[in-house]
């Protein structure tokens, strides 16, 4: 995950019987989280890249607070499976993402099947949540506006695998480690 500002903060959220927060505890935690006005607040924005504060996530996960400037968006990327969630706390911020669930390993090049494609709006106050073989990539389409967005993912990420996509073909690029956004 690209940064340019990284701190810790808490918001609490209740994790399971086992300890591990669900996917609805993760979601609950992004939009507590993104209606925090003074939180929100505190993020620097560029206007050429984004930028995040990375936050103490419940359960002992992790979250990031991420300012997206017009026209920016993450690529087709997954998790290193980590389940988790997202929610806008300003703007708007489109996601793709992939209705199928991809081998993790083994494989560099896979043809998609026609139908998976799924795309969806989200705007302040709107949230989703995924499970850990989640494919997606994230925009803010706006030409004008920033969009600012809490993530939060359980276990934190040990990794994110990065694709790239031409038709119906998705290709594995590259794998980050988390030792990589320290």
Do not use: C
Request: no cysteine; net charge negative; hydrophobic share 40%.
């Amino acid at each position: 995950m690209p940064a340019s500002v990284r701190t810790n903060a808490s918001h609490a959220a209740s994790p399971d019987a086992l300890g591990a927060p669900s996917q609805a505890d993760l979601l609950d935690f992004a939009g507590r989280t993104a209606a925090d006005a003074r939180l929100v607040a505190s993020l620097p924005l560029d206007p050429h890249g984004r930028t995040w504060i990375r936050l103490e996530g419940p359960g002992g996960g992790e979250a990031w607070l991420i300012g997206w400037p017009p026209g920016s968006g993450t690529g087709w990327h997954d998790h290193g499976g980590s389940h988790g969630a997202f929610a806008v706390a300003s703007g708007d911020l489109t996601e793709q993402s992939l209705a199928a669930r991809l081998p993790t390993e083994g494989w560099k090049l896979l043809e998609l099947a026609d139908g998976i494609d799924r795309e969806r709006l989200l705007t302040d106050g709107d949230g989703r949540a995924f499970g850990p073989h989640h494919v997606h990539q994230v925009l803010n389409a706006s030409r004008e506006r920033h969009a600012i967005s809490v993530h939060a993912y359980y276990p934190p990420l040990p990794m994110m695998r990065r694709y790239s996509r031409s038709g119906q073909v998705l290709r594995l690029e590259a794998v980050e480690w988390a030792r990589e956004w320290s």
